[in-house]
């Protein structure tokens, strides 16, 4: 279940930082320059879990999860409308000086993507792959179970987009078949693309243990998520779901329904970095040589990050003072190529 607290959920987005990491001191101070770009919209006030996507030539897409949408300029968050997802489009990979803008839709609850029902979609990942772009969400339903918040995750879905290049209002949106798991695990996590193959990560209720899959890269771009593999541990390898046994083995445990994982060529390993708690909530980390593991255990490196604005997503650099130099790039999520920020979703502040 995604963590709800007054402030929040916490997305990190982070890659090329095994070196910080490794730091023995860590701190981070807030990048307002870069903050006052979640703060240029005055009708786009504020959203819960940020993803972002790099779709090439210095355009970023943001996907937000509930957003506070003002009917007009000037209202506060209590005069506005829920939208239980938003997206943007980031032009420069710079953020302190990109521009962006913010669509979401004029009726119903203002959603991008549609509320189903009583249901409604919340984001997870998604890769840009050649000409189109693949997103994942997770299906969330209404729930007066005691403990589940008022909502509880009900599976999830995915949409591929035949013309990324044009404005999200122009989009050629086509909803995918997904093959549904017995095991109440969310596929789309995060998305690592390695040669012909796209690694999908998946987490499970309630325990957030971390799963992996994998499908070829033409699969993807055609929308054909059928044939999906399922690792399974090192004695029965990679399985496609109707050939387990069981289920699936999780590769770590203790994970999240939101993580970034990214390759850092300089250390040669694979970083997976989340935020552990809730509120002011420490950033983890964990490596590995190989997408399968063994992982190492999650290890707060940077904590207390519990600062946050009235609206929008704070930004923040880190730096690490025992490596004797800055790991924060002034660069926006690109593809998990190297990375830079990790970001404050306050959507209840």
């Known amino acids: 279940m995604r963590s ?28 307002p320059e870069a903050d006052r770009l979640f703060h240029s919209d005055p009708r786009w006030l504020g959203g819960d879990a940020a993803f972002s996507v790099d779709l090439g030539l210095g355009r970023v897409l943001w996907l937000f999860g509930d957003s506070f949408v003002a009917s007009k300029p000037g ?32 009726l119903g609850s203002g959603s991008f993507f549609a509320d189903e029902g009583q249901n409604w979609l919340w984001p997870s990942h998604g890769v840009r792959i050649g000409e189109s772009l693949l997103l994942f969400y997770t299906i969330v339903k209404p729930s007066s179970t005691p403990g589940a918040l008022g909502f509880a ?17 122009r989009w050629n949106i086509r909803k995918l078949k997904v093959p549904r798991n017995p095991w109440h695990i969310l596929v789309g996590i995060a998305v690592v693309g390695e040669g012909d193959k796209l690694y999908l990560w998946a987490a499970d209720e309630p325990k957030h243990d971390a799963y992996l899959l994998r499908l070829s890269v033409a699969d993807a771009a055609k929308g054909d998520l059928v044939a999906m593999e399922w690792w399974c541990g090192e004695r029965r390898g990679w399985r496609v779901q109707n050939q387990i046994e069981g289920r ?19 250390g040669g390993r694979y970083l997976q970095v989340q935020s552990v708690g809730f ?3 420490d950033i983890s980390l964990r490596s590995a040589d190989r997408l399968t593991g063994a992982w190492t255990p999650r290890d707060a490196r940077v904590q207390g990050l519990q600062e946050a604005s009235i609206g929008g997503i704070p930004l923040w650099k880190r730096t690490a003072r025992a490596a004797g130099r800055a790991e924060w790039a002034r ?4 593809g998990g190529q190297s990375l830079t920020l990790s970001t404050l979703a306050c959507a209840f502040g």
């Open 153 to 169: 995750e009900d599976g999830w879905t995915a949409f591929l987009i035949t013309n990324p290049n044009e404005e999200p209002p």
């Open 279 to 281: 509120g002011g909530s």
């Open 248 to 266: 699936p083995e999780p590769v770590f445990l203790q994970g999240s329904t939101e993580f970034s994982v990214h390759h850092d060529p300089a």
């Open 75 to 106: 209202q506060t968050r209590r005069q506005s409308r829920m939208a239980r997802n938003t997206v943007a489009i980031q032009t420069g990979y710079d953020p302190s000086t990109a521009s962006i803008k913010f669509y979401w839709k004029r």
């Open 4 to 31: 709800k607290t007054k402030f929040a959920v916490v997305r990190v987005f982070a890659a090329a930082l095994l070196l910080a990491f490794t730091a023995l001191a860590q701190t981070a101070e807030p990048w």
């Open 331 to 334: 660069r926006c999520p690109a």
